[in-house]
């Protein structure tokens, strides 16, 4: 089937395989079918109205490459195109196929159908470690697609965390000049923002259908279209919706939401190390100041910040600053140490092992634990990875292991199936806290064995803990003394 055929929801199925004769309903593309965007998509699928019927047909778009085709073959077989614990997303993913109200391609044509696109493409932080910069070419490459097949009136709501200023000094005119050159009004589509707090893990799902929404319109018709779009998807009664004044002020909130959270965390880490120097167990003081209201979201310090948010989006204003608005004098100092720090974390733990070792050479290790957080096979920006090119730099022999992961990418290492047996290495990091070694049976699985224990992200429990020492394992941490 080529381009010019496909005119409608039912193309869509028959060309993806699917032979079921839709329900006729407002169709939703979400451009990028990532942690977000694949949830967004099921999400959306799954929103129904006071019958209990579906409200949307939603088309997942892709791009044409291996990793672009591997989520499409996914979503529209009924699997899950990411690895994750929410038994909730799978149900809902699969009860959306079995509707035949959610499939995938890569045919940028069906954007021409929908009434409502949603953007979930990645934007990145170029060299966020050197002089960052904002890669725009890829993002505005996405958004020129979408203005060169939108229909007028279609809501175009951007969830991708962007730098402030971005709907309106880059999406906006973008959208323009594609509807220009195709002799439309530059005002007919409806552009609005509206950040994702996406969790992965158990509480997925629901941190898209439940869960607290920030939005605006770059006019106020669209910040209505896209709060009647996102009260049809969200559980409003219980988590209300908050109108700002522009998607300039959206696009912050993300941003200092994120900020806010890496800058605390790093503060953390400082308390940490003095922690550990003086054999104070820093989770047990933590856990005291919470009981106080204002402080109970109180951070720790851990193994490492890894992920798609806190290690990019403390520098995005920053680079908004002068790349979108042309500002001098605001280097935001707090956030860029942040970002310095937490980026140094799993270093540390690494340097900690290796002296309570005497040194990494021909030592082997065992990394438990591969995904940026627990619960979810993400990868992106793990602090794993740094654990692991900076051992291997010094000498030392590394298997990792992740309940979530057969295969990591970045490292190019497949990964046993099975936490590997204690006695084959002379010390083990926990650094990931996957319920699979939340609920490890010490005793059993040390067999004998004494190799180094590395808590480097309060994994283990003082039962465990104490299990390792008894078996007569030296059991270190981040943010523990020895004795605590």
């Keep these: 089937m080529n381009a010019t055929t496909l005119n409608s929801y039912a193309d869509v199925l028959r060309k993806t395989g699917r032979g079921a004769s839709p329900t006729d309903r407002p169709i939703v593309c979400v451009q990028g079918l990532g942690f977000v965007g694949a949830a967004m998509a099921t999400a959306v699928a799954a929103a129904a109205d006071e019958r ?87 993002f505005r490459a996405a958004i020129r697609t979408i203005g060169q097949h939108a229909q007028p009136g279609t809501l175009v709501l951007v969830e991708t965390t962007v730098p402030p200023g971005t709907c309106e000094h880059v999406v906006a005119p973008e959208l323009a000049k594609a509807l220009r050159e195709r002799g439309l009004n530059e005002n007919a589509l409806l552009l609005a923002h509206s950040y994702e707090r996406v969790m992965p893990g158990d509480q997925y799902f629901d941190s898209i259908v439940r869960f607290w929404r920030v939005y605006s319109g770059h006019t106020p018709e669209a910040a209505d279209a896209c709060e009647r779009f996102l009260r049809q998807v969200i559980d409003v009664d219980n988590f209300p919706l908050r109108r700002l004044k522009s998607t300039t002020a959206s696009e912050l909130a993300k941003v200092m939401e994120n900020s806010y959270r890496a800058v605390t965390i790093a503060l953390m880490e400082e308390f940490g190390r003095f922690a550990e120097a003086v054999d104070v167990d820093i989770f047990e003081v933590v856990n005291a100041i919470r009981v106080r209201p204002t402080h109970s979201n109180m951070r720790q310090p851990g193994f490492g910040v890894g992920g798609y948010c806190l290690t990019k989006d403390p520098l995005m204003t920053k680079l908004a600053a002068k790349e979108v608005f042309g500002l001098k004098g605001m280097d935001f100092p707090f956030c860029t140490q942040a970002v310095k720090a937490n980026h140094a974390m799993p270093v540390v733990s690494l340097e900690k092992t290796a002296a309570a070792l005497g040194g990494l050479k021909g030592r082997n290790l065992l990394l438990l634990g591969v995904s940026y957080r627990q619960d979810v096979g993400d990868t992106r920006y793990s602090p794993s990875q740094t654990f692991v090119e900076q051992a291997r730099r010094q000498g030392a022999n590394v298997t990792a292991h992740d309940p979530l992961l057969r295969r990591w990418d970045e490292l190019e290492m497949d990964l046993p199936e099975q936490v590997p047996d204690a006695g084959d290495y002379d010390a083990v990091v926990f650094a990931v806290g996957h319920r699979e070694y939340r609920k490890l049976d010490m005793t059993k699985w040390l067999a004998g064995a004494t190799p180094l224990i590395f808590d480097a992200n309060d994994v283990l429990s003082d039962t465990q803990r104490q299990a390792a020492r008894t078996a007569g394992c030296r059991v270190l941490g981040i943010g523990r003394g020895e004795q605590a």
């Design 52 to 138: 209990d019927a579906a409200c949307f047909n939603v088309v997942g778009v892709e791009l044409d490459n291996p990793a672009g085709r591997a989520k499409i073959e996914a979503i529209n077989a009924g699997r899950m195109p990411i690895e994750c614990n929410d038994r909730q997303f799978a149900d809902a993913l699969t009860a959306a196929h079995q509707r035949g109200n959610l499939v995938a391609t890569s045919d940028p044509t069906v954007y021409a159908m929908a009434s409502v696109i949603v953007v979930d493409v990645p934007f990145d932080v170029d060299d966020m470690h050197g002089e960052p910069s904002l890669p725009w070419d890829g």
